[in-house]
């Protein structure tokens, strides 16, 4: 299996599109096709546990690999999610699932992949002959940046620094990446938003100037965000495993269709449902969920996609993004893979700030994608309703998906000619990350320490309180550079020498 490009004629081998991160010509590097799963080998899947679904899926796609390095690898990165699950399913409702996601290292979603990326890194390096070290960039909107962190901290050859938004992530998101320890880690702080800590790191991964100054140093650029397709893959791993899941529990029967709700900000953990769909997994429909910042949700309804407006700051910060990187790889698929079409919308995403699909292009897409946004107060009002329901507390990320997948459900319900199907929603973070927004949805009640959320919380709900959250309460941040914009790449030198 070869990547090519989204922008040009690059192509390169998959271990090659995990060292480099994304192409040269500034385009990301998608497979050159989806390699098919049948319903035989979905069958198959089911008689698996994750460790094996993720070794079998990701073989599909990086086939240099040793397949048996690779279920290895599997295994110990999955090996370290609490209960022994990397994603277990949870049957809420007739109908409606939680595919919780939360259980790794860092309790949330982003650790599926950014515990095994490191094995993928470094046998990448071996695969296409990388002697330099490797140094990573990563901007984050909260949750990358912590799971990037723990998945390369003390890793031989390898150096990775984190960018957030100073005032964008929220107290515990802050002091799980600022306690992070590690000789071969850095974290700063940037005074903006997620899109500039964002465009920013884009900025020195496709300068061909900034890449060769680091390369006289001994680095090779690479990023761990989803940009990077080691970062994309293992996401579609979860789609198919709650699949069978619901298979092996007699909820649904083979070859039905099922639908997934997906709090979405860069795009890369709902374009792995589209992924899977790809490869023959029988979704139905995928729910982009977004909080204020809404414009996916216009993009998907209008076809036009528009980031000239502000960012909000809200109580789902990982979802605080008005640049989606990943769209980049649907409408690429959208555009019936013209590289050229895609680099020219890209160019206007830059220069003008907007670009429009073909009317054709909308008509595919809307036939896969719903998509909806929610405010401040539904998303409260859905984790308070819900937790009535089920006793069940979620993040607000989860409520943002929950409260726009509700909507959709009510649309369906209504609509005498519209098939039902079992909805999964993606939970994608502890609700213990998010102690004071959660608290007071439950409650009404405001706290200004986050510990004493948490301990409120637990009396409230008994939910466990995950132990990597309660370590680092008595851990001293180390981390306290802030920085502007333009100094992101001095930091970048000043770290690596």
Do not use: W
Not at 9 to 25: I, L, N, P, Y
Not at 105 to 114: R, V
Not at 135 to 158: C, H, Q
Not at 278 to 289: E, F, I, K, N, S
Request: contains cysteine; glycine residues 8%; proline residues 4%.
């Amino acid at each position: 299996m070869r990547f090519i490009s989204t922008r040009g004629k690059e192509s390169v081998t998959g271990a090659e599109a995990v060292v480099r991160g994304s192409a040269g010509d500034g385009g990301l590097f998608v497979p050159e096709f989806f390699p098919a799963v049948s319903a035989e080998e979905i069958e198959q899947l089911c008689a698996m546990d994750y460790p094996e679904r993720a070794a079998f899926l990701l073989s599909k796609y990086f086939d240099e690999y040793d397949g048996e390095e690779l279920l290895s690898a599997c295994r110990e990165a999955y090996a370290k999610f609490e209960g022994g699950d990397a994603a277990p399913l949870l049957r809420m409702d007739n109908g409606m699932y939680m595919l919780e996601l939360f259980h790794g290292p860092t309790c949330a979603f982003k650790d599926i992949a950014l515990t095994l990326m490191p094995y993928l890194l470094k046998k990448g390096c071996e695969i296409a002959g990388v002697k330099e070290n490797i140094l990573i960039l990563t901007a984050t909107s909260g949750d990358t940046g912590k799971a990037a962190l723990e998945g390369f901290r003390e890793r031989e050859g390898v150096k990775i620094c984190v960018f957030y938004p100073e005032e964008g992530v929220s107290k515990i998101q802050k002091l799980q990446m600022c306690t992070t320890e590690g000789d071969n880690v850095n974290v700063v702080a940037v005074r903006g938003n997620f899109d500039d800590c964002q465009k920013a790191v884009k900025a020195i991964m496709n300068s061909p100037e900034k890449r060769e100054e680091i390369a006289k140093k001994g680095y090779l650029l690479s990023s761990a965000n989803s940009i990077n397709i080691g970062r994309l893959l293992p996401q579609v791993v979860y789609y198919f495993s709650a699949y069978c899941d619901l298979l092996t529990s007699d909820q649904i029967k083979a070859g039905d269709k099922v639908n997934f709700a997906v709090p979405t900000g860069n795009f890369g953990n709902i374009l792995a449902g589209y992924y899977a769909k790809r490869m023959g997994l029988p979704v139905g429909t995928l729910v982009c969920a977004s909080n204020k910042n809404c414009a996916l949700t216009d993009f998907f309804k209008s076809g036009s996609y528009n980031v000239k407006r502000p960012l909000f700051k809200t109580m789902s910060p990982s979802m605080d993004i008005v640049v989606s990187s990943n769209l980049e790889r649907l409408i690429f698929e959208l555009s019936g893979r013209d590289t050229e079409l895609t680099a020219t919308r890209m160019r206007s995403l830059a220069e003008t700030e907007k670009y429009s699909l073909r009317a054709e292009e909308v008509k595919e897409m809307q036939s896969m994608f719903y998509a909806g946004c929610t405010n401040e107060s539904d998303t409260v009002e859905c984790i308070y309703d819900f937790f009535m329901d089920y006793g069940y507390p979620m993040d607000t990320h989860t409520g943002v998906a929950m409260s726009v997948a509700s909507r959709y459900e009510a649309m369906i319900e209504e609509d005498k000619d519209a098939e039902k199907r079992p909805m999964v929603v993606l939970s994608t973070a502890s609700p213990y990350k998010f102690p004071q927004d959660i608290l007071y949805a439950l409650t009404g009640n405001d706290v200004k320490d986050s510990y004493k959320g948490i301990k409120r919380i637990h009396l409230l709900t008994a939910m466990k309180v995950p132990e990597p959250l309660k370590e680092i309460r008595y851990k001293t941040p180390r981390f306290k550079t802030v920085v502007s914009c333009g100094k992101i790449y001095d930091e970048v030198l000043k770290f690596i020498n």
